[in-house]
């Protein structure tokens, strides 16, 4: 299989209507994604009314452009305050991304937490793949840990030992060479 050229779906779903490209349809997207010689799209949905609809979406109208979904960004909100929002997004993730896509998962709670609360949450989220992972697999897709610098996981060996400790044959995680760079190089960007 070729890899995919995709862009990063999530910046357009995250400007204001008026700016950007998000200021076009999700069909007029994928035209010019398609015709700059991308093959795949990457999205990253939000609750957000128009990004919901045009999520629901995204995987039919990339195939009627040649494009393959190629990915799912998600932000797991632990937090009390916010978690709802990801309990709600969930399903649609569930239902409407088309079987095959990998989903890059990612949990925070917030920045700055104390070791002790890091570790209360990497608990916390490793109960939630409990649940999360046999959805996933029942619905075709794949998860990917996708480790987030100042989040719950934060480096590349933590996301690798949640894989092991699972052993799940949908769970992976992903190489994200902005972090790891950030991790290991510069740590006080």
């Known amino acids: 299989m070729k890899n995919l050229l995709y862009p990063l779906h999530n910046y357009f779903e995250h400007y204001p209507k008026d700016e950007a490209m998000r200021a076009?349809?999700?069909?007029?997207?994928?035209?010019?994604?398609?015709?700059?010689g991308y093959t795949g799209v990457y999205i990253s949905p939000t609750l957000e009314e128009d990004s919901l609809a045009e999520f629901k979406r995204f995987g039919k109208v990339a195939e009627e452009r040649g494009l393959k979904p190629a990915g799912l960004y998600h932000v797991y909100q632990l937090s009390e305050a916010n978690r709802a929002q990801s309990e709600e997004l969930w399903p649609?993730?569930?239902?409407?991304?088309?079987?095959?896509?990998?989903?890059?998962?990612?949990?925070?709670n917030q920045f700055?937490?104390?070791d002790e609360e890091n570790a209360r949450d990497r608990e916390e989220a490793k109960r939630l793949l409990e649940k999360l992972l046999p959805e996933t697999q029942k619905a075709g897709l794949k998860l990917e840990i996708y480790p987030h610098f100042g989040f719950t996981f934060a480096r590349q060996d933590e996301a690798l030992e949640l894989c092991e400790t699972f052993g799940a044959e949908n769970l992976k995680y992903n190489f994200t060479g902005f972090h790891w760079y950030h991790d290991h190089k510069h740590n006080d960007l």
Do not use: K, W
């Open 24 to 36: 076009y349809p999700i069909e007029v997207q994928y035209d010019m994604l398609a015709e700059l």
């Open 92 to 108: 649609h993730i569930l239902e409407h991304t088309p079987a095959g896509t990998r989903i890059e998962l990612a949990f925070t």
């Open 112 to 114: 700055g937490m104390s």
